[in-house]
Nanobody
């Protein structure tokens, strides 16, 4: 019954902001690295940001550096993705995923995945 649920997606204009949430159930989030991935229609899924169990951050996509921030609240079993200065190219389904081995390098292998939340950036 372990699962992750994303929320907070929606439609915003370029330059706008959204805050995505990932709530974990059935697992102790303290022990997991949690990453955000995204996939646009017709494109491969890519890593965006990851936060380790020891609170280290890893940027997988250079295009979001300075605009996106990842954080965690273990007491609430929640990881957040704050997205500012959104661009049309940020449009994608955003997924959160957790792994006991913390943040992966060069792979999409994670123990648990959410079902995604859609972010659409359009004028």
């Amino acid at each position: 019954q372990e699962h992750l649920v994303e929320s907070g997606g929606g439609v915003v204009q370029p330059g706008g902001s959204l805050r995505l949430s990932c709530v974990a159930s059935g697992l102790i989030l303290d022990y997991y690295g949690v990453a955000w991935f995204r996939q646009a229609p017709g494109k491969e899924r890519e890593g965006v940001l990851c936060i380790s169990s020891t609170d280290d951050r890893t940027y997988y996509a250079d295009s979001v550096k300075g605009r996106f921030t990842i954080s965690r609240d273990n007491a609430k079993s929640t990881v957040y993705l704050q997205m500012n200065s959104l661009k049309p190219e940020d449009t994608a389904v955003y997924y959160c995923a957790a792994d006991l081995a913390d943040c992966p390098v060069g792979s999409l292998e994670m123990d648990y995945w959410g079902k995604g939340t859609l972010v659409t950036v359009s004028s």
